[in-house]
């Protein structure tokens, strides 16, 4: 827990939200500003700035094996899933998470 961090409050239920998906390990939610007509992101509960702190494969697997069971119960097949990591990559955020959008095309590279 990282007091000053507004997604550790959001896990730790500090900041109201309407979780999409919440088990021991992590947490989904809409993002306030999404870039697509289905935008959440799934983090883990525990502190993380960015994916340069995860030494443990198990912080990702909790996180993406969650990403197939969130978009079945949606009916979503298909989407885009993005991790930035560092400012210049589009960071804002430093509790690492992973966005998952849907329901528009999305072009490549991403911008
Ligand atoms: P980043 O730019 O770090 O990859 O992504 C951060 C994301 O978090 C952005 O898409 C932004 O809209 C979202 N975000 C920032 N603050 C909040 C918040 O308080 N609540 C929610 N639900 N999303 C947030
Ligand atoms: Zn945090």
């Given amino acids: 827990m990282n007091s ?6 959001i896990a730790n239920k500090e900041i109201p939200s ?7 390990n992590v947490v989904a939610f809409n993002d306030l500003n999404p870039q697509a007509p289905v ?13 340069n702190e995860i030494k443990d494969s198990k912080v990702f697997g909790d996180i993406f ?9 949606m009916g979503i097949k298909e989407y ?7 400012a210049s ?3 804002t955020v430093f509790h690492i998470h992973v966005h998952v959008m849907a ?3 999305f072009t490549w590279p991403a911008g």
């Fill in 4 to 9: 000053d961090c507004i997604f550790c409050k």
């Fill in 18 to 24: 309407n979780f999409i998906y919440e088990d021991e």
């Fill in 39 to 51: 935008h959440f992101l799934v983090i883990p509960k525990n502190h993380y700035s960015s994916l």
């Fill in 65 to 73: 094996s969650t990403i197939p069971k969130i978009t079945e119960k």
């Fill in 80 to 86: 885009r899933t993005v991790v930035n990591t560092g």
């Fill in 89 to 91: 990559a589009g960071q």
């Fill in 103 to 105: 329901g528009r095309e």
